[in-house]
Nanobody
Framework: QVQLVESGGGLVQPGGSLRLSCSASGSIFSIDAMGWYRQAPGKQRELVALMSVVGSTNYADAVKGRFTVSRDNAKNTVSLQMNTLKPEDTAVYYC??????????????WGQGTQVTVSS
């Protein structure tokens, strides 16, 4: 069994910063891509930022230059530093990992989500 647990969401004023963290645990053999998606009310879940195991990154255009994804492969953790937050960044943020389990199952795994609200 695999678990992804997020932390770090909350309420922040426009222009502020937040840092999200996610830890993957359980029967994991290896993790390929790891990162973050978000879903705002009434909208589809969308990519925010992903990092491959070798460090290549993919960011949504809306967050480029403001958000930074990082990961620690040895600890199976990924973080998202969010700066210059805007009200339109308000959403539930989900940690994501594409991984191979010790029973040789490869799939997409998700955290439970953490709320980020940007409001004055």
């Amino acid at each position: 069994q695999v678990q992804l647990v997020e932390s770090g969401g909350g309420l922040v004023q426009p222009g502020g910063s937040l840092r999200l963290s996610c830890s993957a645990s359980g029967s994991i053999f290896s993790i390929d891509a790891m990162g973050w998606y978000r879903q705002a009310p009434g909208k589809q879940r969308e990519l925010v930022a992903l990092m491959s195991v070798v460090g290549s990154t993919n960011y949504a255009d809306a967050v480029k230059g403001r958000f930074t994804v990082s990961r620690d492969n040895a600890k199976n953790t990924v973080s998202l530093q969010m700066n210059t937050l805007k009200p339109e960044d308000t959403a539930v943020y989900y940690c994501h990992a594409n991984l191979l389990t010790r029973t040789w199952h490869r799939g997409d795994y998700w955290g439970q989500g953490t709320q980020v609200t940007v409001s004055s």
